[in-house]
């Protein structure tokens, strides 16, 4: 009996990986992935595929260039025998590097399973301008209309802007208003010096002789009083705060002015100066291996 019941629990590994699926495996035996752009999709069984490489930095940046292949090493794992972390490479332009290389899997039959489908693996990365990078899109290194250029919000120049914007509102608000006061004032018959009115001569000052007399000499129609003007501290700030507005985007607007010519890096469109063409102006930029790191997710 028990030879046998031992002959039984030293089959039961062989079993195990024979009722296993050919396609479910392990991350940790895995020693390298390599990933394709332009479309490519990952296999799929319980989730919907999902790109092999997805670019997952702002929009200005992953419209820059599009990686074409990218190699993943296995560096061993974290907490947990299959938490892999991952080393991952592709070529990149000068201007570009990558940051981050995020690996997701589907798990095999659930997001918690440590066995996960063959070929459903893809990468999820970021990636970020280099020195060379910033000085040819200062604009994408400024990060924006209110941005610090550290990847911050330059909340002075934001506080300025709604200050400008609220006074310039009420400026012209106030004016509007003024001026149909002063139309509605306008539309009342006028009374000459002289005491002709639109009913001729007659006595006093009109044909009641109840009007009021002229104005003394010297003093002002009331009219030009009703006139609005701004007055100085509102002129002042809304002065200082476009002064600030404009000062603080000067140099960006300087750089943009002899950068604006230059398109993509690798994709279609315009290319270096404007020309279009295809995804081979990228020929033009310089290449360099660029590794960033991740670790490892299911889906």
């Known amino acids: 009996m028990i030879p046998g019941t031992l002959a039984w629990l030293l089959a039961l590994p062989a079993l195990a990986l024979a009722a296993r699926p050919k396609d479910a495996i392990k991350l940790s035996d895995v020693r390298s992935l390599t990933l394709r752009g332009n479309g490519a999709m990952t296999n799929h069984r319980r989730v919907g595929a999902i790109p092999q490489l997805r670019c997952v930095?702002?929009?200005?940046?992953?419209?820059?260039?599009?990686?074409?292949?990218?190699?993943?090493?296995?560096?061993?794992?974290?907490?947990?025998?299959?938490?892999?972390?991952?080393?991952?490479?592709?070529?990149l332009p000068e201007e570009l590097?990558?940051?981050?290389?995020?690996?997701?899997?589907?798990?095999?039959?659930?997001?918690?399973?440590?066995?996960?489908?063959?070929?459903?693996?893809?990468?999820?990365?970021?990636?970020?301008?280099?020195?060379?990078?910033?000085?040819?899109?200062?604009?994408?290194?400024?990060?924006?209309?209110?941005?610090?250029?550290?990847?911050?919000?330059?909340?002075?120049?934001?506080?300025?802007?709604?200050?400008?914007?609220?006074?310039?509102?009420?400026?012209?608000?106030?004016?509007?208003?003024?001026?149909?006061?002063?139309?509605?004032?306008?539309?009342?018959?006028?009374?000459?010096?002289?005491?002709?009115?639109?009913?001729?001569?007659?006595?006093?000052?009109?044909?009641?002789?109840?009007?009021?007399?002229?104005p003394y000499p010297g003093s002002k129609p009331s009219s030009q009083s009703d006139t609005w003007r701004?007055?100085?501290?509102?002129?002042a700030a809304g002065g200082a705060a476009a002064g600030y507005w404009a000062g603080s985007r000067n140099q960006q607007n300087h750089h943009n002015h002899h950068n604006d010519g230059y398109g993509s890096i690798g994709r279609g469109g315009s290319g270096w100066g404007g020309r279009s063409g295809s995804s081979s102006g990228s020929n033009n930029s310089n290449r360099h291996e660029s590794t960033g790191f991740g670790s490892t997710s299911r889906r």
């Open 57 to 91: 930095s702002k929009k200005a940046l992953c419209e820059l260039y599009d990686i074409d292949v990218m190699r993943c090493s296995n560096e061993g794992s974290g907490w947990g025998d299959e938490d892999i972390q991952w080393s991952c490479t592709a070529s």
């Open 97 to 214: 590097k990558l940051v981050t290389t995020d690996v997701i899997c589907e798990g095999y039959n659930s997001p918690d399973d440590p066995y996960v489908l063959k070929g459903s693996c893809g990468v999820e990365y970021r990636v970020a301008l280099t020195r060379k990078g910033e000085r040819r899109y200062p604009n994408i290194a400024n990060g924006g209309w209110f941005s610090d250029g550290r990847g911050g919000t330059d909340w002075g120049a934001l506080l300025f802007t709604i200050i400008f914007v609220a006074i310039l509102g009420w400026i012209i608000y106030s004016a509007c208003y003024r001026a149909q006061e002063a139309g509605g004032n306008s539309n009342r018959p006028r009374r000459r010096r002289d005491g002709w009115s639109s009913g001729g001569w007659g006595p006093g000052w009109g044909p009641d002789g109840d009007d009021p007399p002229p």
């Open 230 to 235: 701004p007055g100085f501290w509102s002129g």
